[in-house]
């Protein structure tokens, strides 16, 4: 790595320029810090060096040079602080600030762009992959962008985003674990139609939300009351009720708002509740019976926090900051209050791609044996819905985001290393500590079950210590892991619809039981 910075030392006052023994008192200045000051920490000759330096009226002109040890910024920023002490008690003279000028960095890069890429902050940058080399170059940046740790982010970012074009399109590892039995189907229409042909459910007000008449409905709290009684409550999961809104600051410790912002839907709030200050807004409303968007966009803020895109953020920020007690743990509460809301836009699909969606979704936080012994439990539960009471056609596969593939994060041990695991598939010799099963189920009206695309109805992860160490939870003695579940009521209905159809008579006996009888809803002309 190479950094080359021209910036300046901005002084409390501009020194006379001739005042007696000053240029020297600099020079023995910039030579000491050369040697000591700005090698601290560096190996052997490789510290960082001031080039050139000038004094200009209240500024300290300077070149620094260095390599990766101490970066020119940060040599810059421990100039600023010598300084001050340096030459503080003989000629008042302090550092207000630091400034870079101009900031050229070269570093390596791990493999060729396969295409040009932008960064936000850089002036400009150079991609060599030939050399594997990147150039960027700053200019006027100040004191708090050197001191915050920017500049090794962008260097990160470089490197993720030449990453990223090499997994364009494929983001996952795919690996099926186990495979129920074929079964056969009753029908292979798309049941979001024929229930909207039948009255079972109405296209929503807004985009990719639907409004669920009585015999809908009523499937969908049986998927609940199943997922309750068969899943969480045997496995002994206590309920919660969060908030539907949740704030960016969550969403930056778990990094969904860098992830997905365009997926959310963002909530603003009045910027007052003063009645007059809304007087012109609902005058207008009266007279053209519209709601005029200009005179609103003045009245509200620009969006905080966004509406609720899956349970576990705001789970995990309740915990924030606590040192959880040996004997609550594992943790296993779920929340089913915070519909999840996202703006799929054009891959909105019937009922198993909305807009609007209800989950139930389990968390679990615990040492990390027993989140792998929980989730052959809930496996082992899971199973048992799906087999025993539905009966459907699913499968469940390992998926491995490729950037946990690649930073080697995804362990595997031995069932013999490890006694407590006991793997579901006995072909298999090893377990995957971390990662996320997805559950997919077969759907008669996509096609073939070869060349359909399987719907992922549910999954099921195990994370690590990634939101345990963001939200900074604690626990009175060893690792502390977490994962979730996201059990999709939208999903499960529209993968039992799908096999099943929409007659109850040819409905599993188990499944009846819980449902009870099929509203009759209600007719409209
Ligand atoms: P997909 O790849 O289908 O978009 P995802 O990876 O975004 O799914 P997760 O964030 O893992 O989904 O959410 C977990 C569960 O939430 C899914 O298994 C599914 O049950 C449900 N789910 C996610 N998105 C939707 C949606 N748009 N409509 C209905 N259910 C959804
Ligand atoms: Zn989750
Ligand atoms: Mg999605």
């Not at 930056?252 to 003063?274: C, M, Q, W």
């Not at 779920?334 to 139930?360: C, K, M, P, T």
Request: proline share 5%.
């Amino acid at each position: 790595m190479k950094f080359n910075l021209t910036g300046r030392i901005v002084l409390n006052k501009s020194p006379e320029p001739n005042l007696p023994g000053l240029q020297k008192d600099l020079a023995d200045f910039f030579s000491e810090a050369n040697e000591m000051i700005l090698t601290k920490g560096a190996p052997e000759g490789k510290g960082a060096a001031v080039t050139d330096w000038t004094l200009k009226d209240d500024n300290i002109l300077v070149t620094i040079m260095s390599g990766r040890y101490v970066r020119a910024h940060d040599a810059l920023l421990r100039l600023k602080k010598h300084l001050g002490i340096k030459f503080g008690k003989k000629y008042q003279l302090g550092a207000r600030s630091v400034v870079a000028d101009n900031y050229d960095i070269e570093f390596a890069i791990d493999r060729p762009p396969l295409a040009e890429i932008k960064v936000p902050f850089v002036q400009t940058i150079k991609l060599d992959g030939a050399d594997l080399t990147c150039n960027i170059s700053f200019e006027n940046l100040s004191e708090e962008f050197l001191r915050q740790n920017y500049i090794d982010r962008i260097i990160k970012l470089v490197n993720h985003k030449i990453a990223d074009q090499y997994y364009a399109g494929k983001s996952e590892q795919w690996e099926v674990m186990w495979s129920s039995v074929e079964r056969d189907h009753v029908w292979s229409k798309d049941p979001t139609d024929e229930m909207q042909r039948l009255g079972w459910l109405k296209q929503g007000p807004t985009k990719g939300k639907w409004f669920y008449r009585p015999q809908l409905t009523a499937i969908l709290r049986a998927m609940e009351q199943l997922a309750l009684d068969h899943v969480l409550y045997p496995l002994g999961f206590q309920e919660v009720i969060q908030s539907h809104l949740v704030p960016f600051d969550i969403w930056l410790k778990t990094g969904h708002i860098a992830g997905t912002p365009n997926e959310f839907y963002y909530v603003s709030e009045p910027l007052t509740r003063d009645v007059d200050a809304w007087e012109s807004f609902r005058d207008t409303i009266y007279v053209t019976n519209q709601v005029p968007s200009d005179k609103l966009k003045e009245l509200i803020t620009v969006p905080s926090m966004g509406i609720c895109y899956a349970q576990c953020p705001g789970i995990y920020w309740s915990f924030q900051g606590s040192v959880i007690a040996e004997d609550s743990l594992p943790v296993l509460i779920f929340d089913r209050a915070a519909n999840s809301n996202r703006y799929e836009s054009g891959g909105r699909h019937g009922i198993e791609r909305v807009d609007e969606f209800h989950r139930l979704e389990p968390i679990y936080i615990g040492h990390p044996e027993q989140l792998i012994e929980l989730r052959e439990k809930l496996i082992e539960r899971y199973k048992y819905v799906f087999n025993e009471i539905l009966e459907l056609e699913w499968r469940m596969a390992w998926v491995t985001p490729w950037y946990l593939e690649q930073s080697g994060q995804v362990s595997e041990v031995s069932k013999e290393e490890n006694g407590k695991v006991n793997g579901n598939d006995k072909n298999k010799d090893s377990v995957k500590l971390k990662g996320t099963i997805d559950f997919e189920a077969y759907l008669p009206y996509r096609g073939t079950r070869e060349e359909s695309e399987w719907l992922e109805y549910q999954n099921l992860s195990i994370i690590g210590d990634k939101f345990i160490d963001s939200f900074n939870i604690k626990t009175q003695r060893g690792d502390l892991w977490s994962g979730c579940s996201g059990i999709g009521l939208e999903r499960w209905a529209a993968v039992f619809l799908a096999q099943k159809g929409l007659d109850p008579v040819n409905w599993p006996d188990k499944f009846r039981d819980v449902l009870g009888e099929l509203p009759v809803g209600y007719r409209t002309l």
